[in-house]
């Protein structure tokens, strides 16, 4: 089992910036998929980026393209989420996912992930 740990969550002001970090135990394998979601008041999660390892693929909820960006570095096995323009919005939990079989980079949506870290708050203030 991959496990999964967040960190980098905290409080900003509206247009402030934030980088989140998930710390990977290992992978199982070479082409799989991370993702971050958020999650607000306890209900649905929904995704808001993913990368696909073989390659570097990545996508976006439309609600944040142009000011998150995903990265991976395999060396340190850490996949992070810069995240800029914060806006209020932008507020809740954010989780770490890992899909080992990378399908849900394939195919471009946000379903598939097994592995869940247990989650960093981050809250935008207007």
């Known amino acids: 089992q991959v496990r999964l740990e967040e960190s980098g969550g905290g409080s900003v002001q509206a247009g402030g910036s934030l980088r989140l970090s998930c710390a990977v135990s290992?992978?199982?394998?070479?082409?799989?998929?991370m993702a971050w979601f958020r999650q607000v008041d306890g209900k649905e999660r929904k995704g808001v980026a993913a990368?696909?390892?073989?390659?570097?693929?990545?996508y976006y909820a439309d609600s944040v393209k142009g000011r998150f960006t995903i990265s991976q570095d395999n060396i340190k096995y850490t996949v992070y989420l810069q995240m800029n323009n914060l806006k209020p919005e932008d507020t809740g939990a954010y989780y770490c996912?890992?899909?080992?079989?990378?399908?849900?980079?394939?195919?471009?949506?946000?379903?598939?992930?097994?592995?869940w870290g247990q989650g960093t708050q981050v809250t935008v203030s207007s």
């Open positions: 990368i696909y390892n073989r390659g570097g693929l990545t």
């Open positions: 996912a890992h899909d080992p079989g990378g399908t849900s980079c394939i195919l471009g949506n946000f379903a598939g992930f097994g592995d």
């Open positions: 290992r992978y199982t394998t070479t082409n799989n998929c």
